[in-house]
């Protein structure tokens, strides 16, 4: 049932997001708004609403504070690439990197085919790599020199 929910709060979310650029929120109204504690919506932002996925979140706490999420270009900023190769770090995920790579095609950035063969380039089936860290490590290379390439052609 969470499940539900978070996919619930996240399609409200994104529903307000297909109309204006940015929506700035009180986790409190939100959580009441589908009966669930704030900490859930925090979970939502945190999981679904981050840069890797597209998404700039900014929040400020107290009495009159609120999450304002914003929808970026990834690759035109120059900043937002520099933060998502920070994020990529020394080593990602295949988890991780495929949310890259679905928010590459979500902005039109990679055609399907495009993200299907930087999926099948960064998955463990192709790089066959008994080490775990180690193959973390070459996926983070590809996927950074994806995002490099991207940059130079558009």
């Keep these: 049932?969470?499940?539900?929910?978070?996919?619930?709060?996240?399609?409200?979310l994104k529903q307000i997001l297909a109309e204006q650029a940015q929506?700035?929120?009180?986790r409190a109204e939100i959580a009441e708004r589908f009966a669930v504690v704030p900490s859930q919506i925090n979970y939502v932002i945190k999981t679904r609403f981050n840069?890797?996925?597209g998404y700039f979140v900014e929040s400020k706490r107290g009495g009159g504070g609120y999450i304002r999420i914003e929808k970026v270009d990834l690759l035109s900023n120059?900043?937002?690439?520099?933060?998502?190769?920070?994020?990529?770090?020394?080593?990602i995920s295949y988890r991780n990197?495929?949310?890259?790579i679905q928010a590459l095609f979500d902005d039109d950035l990679l055609s399907r085919r495009e993200a299907e063969i930087a999926l099948?380039?960064?998955?463990s089936d192709t790089l066959q790599v008994a080490d775990a860290k180690v193959e973390a490590v070459l996926r983070?290379?590809?996927?950074?020199?994806i995002l490099h390439r991207l940059r130079v052609e558009r």
């Design 97 to 100: 990197a495929a949310e890259i």
């Design 51 to 53: 840069l890797q996925n």
């Design 23 to 26: 929506v700035e929120i009180k």
């Design 78 to 91: 120059a900043e937002v690439l520099r933060d998502i190769i920070r994020h990529i770090g020394a080593e």
């Design 120 to 123: 099948a380039a960064i998955s």
């Design 1 to 12: 049932m969470a499940g539900n929910l978070s996919d619930a709060i996240e399609h409200y």
């Design 140 to 145: 983070a290379r590809i996927l950074v020199g």
